[in-house]
């Protein structure tokens, strides 16, 4: 018995020992606090910003829903465009304001009428008006910074030099570090407020929304149960529109909605019967 409490005092000292070395003999380190979010901004280089121009054109953007050239048919091919969006500005049938490449490419997200490729217009326009929905719009939402970033991607993907500026202050968007660190983004409150969060209307003519690419949803409540609206956005190639192809709607909805946001849309769209 005193040979055990021996031991247990001895241990007892050793690790009192070790705790105070640690704590007194050796100099701390104290991490310094994260960079402010203008001062990771201000570090980005231009390849981070291409990089993030990739990753918003391929998710927040949700330009591959139709410039995908697997799908084919829905909208032009974005191949070349350092070379392709001056070609453009000369050819005739060309009404916009913009005076170089990288203007271009701006206008065609912003204004996207101004030039219709031919063969993209909506139909009986004559290739006057088109289907693509002004991307700083309600239905995807993109800010200048966001862009830019985009145009940046463009101008690069196919061996050309990026000419947007990085972006700088109240414009600009976090480096692709910090906006992977970010909180993901709140649940919608309402159906239209969800609309918006997953760009449905970038596609759809539906609510507030006026896309054009994917079917009218403006009467769907009247052709339509519950079930069937819930397994068209859980499910999207279950059933598909007829002169609509299969695998342009995002396949992922049911690991990124919640359940209450896929009910008010479901209730939403139960309630357009036009």
């Known amino acids: 018995m005193q040979t055990f409490l021996k031991i247990s005092i001895f241990a007892v000292i050793a690790l009192l020992g070790y705790t105070l ?14 960079p402010a979010e203008e001062e990771t901004i201000g570090a ?11 990753k918003i054109f391929e998710g927040k953007g949700t330009c591959t829903l139709c410039h995908n050239p697997v799908l084919g048919g ?27 490449g990288e203007e271009y490419l701006r206008e065609s997200m912003m204004n996207p009428s101004a030039y219709v490729v031919a063969g993209f217009g909506k139909a009986w326009t004559n290739d006057t008006e088109s289907p693509m929905p002004q991307i700083s719009g309600p239905a995807v939402g993109l800010k200048p910074a966001e862009i830019n970033a985009v145009i940046a991607h463009l101008q690069t993907k196919d061996g050309g030099k990026a000419t ?10 976090p480096a692709p570090a910090a906006a992977e660190a970010a909180a993901p983004p709140a649940p919608a409150k309402t159906a239209e407020e969800a609309l918006g969060k997953y760009a449905c209307g970038a596609c759809h003519k539906i609510g507030a929304f006026a896309g054009a690419v994917g079917p009218d949803l403006t009467k769907i ?17 279950a059933d598909i ?10 396949q992922d ?16 769209l139960k309630a357009q019967k036009g």
């Open 253 to 268: 909805f049911g690991n990124k909605m919640t359940a209450k946001e896929l009910e008010m849309l479901v209730k939403f």
């Open 74 to 100: 829905r909208a032009p091919n974005l191949v070349n465009m350092h070379n392709t969006s001056e070609e453009r500005l000369k050819d005739p049938r060309y009404k916009g304001k913009a005076k170089t």
């Open 221 to 237: 409540g009247a052709k339509r149960d519950e079930s069937y609206l819930r397994r068209a956005i859980l499910d999207p190639n």
């Open 164 to 173: 947007v500026p990085l972006p700088t202050g109240a414009d600009a968007a």
């Open 21 to 34: 070395f640690a704590n007194v003999g050796i100099p701390q380190v104290r991490p310094a606090p994260p």
């Open 44 to 54: 980005m280089s231009m390849d981070q910003y291409i990089v993030l121009g990739k």
């Open 241 to 250: 529109a007829q002169g609509f192809p299969a695998g342009v709607m995002p």
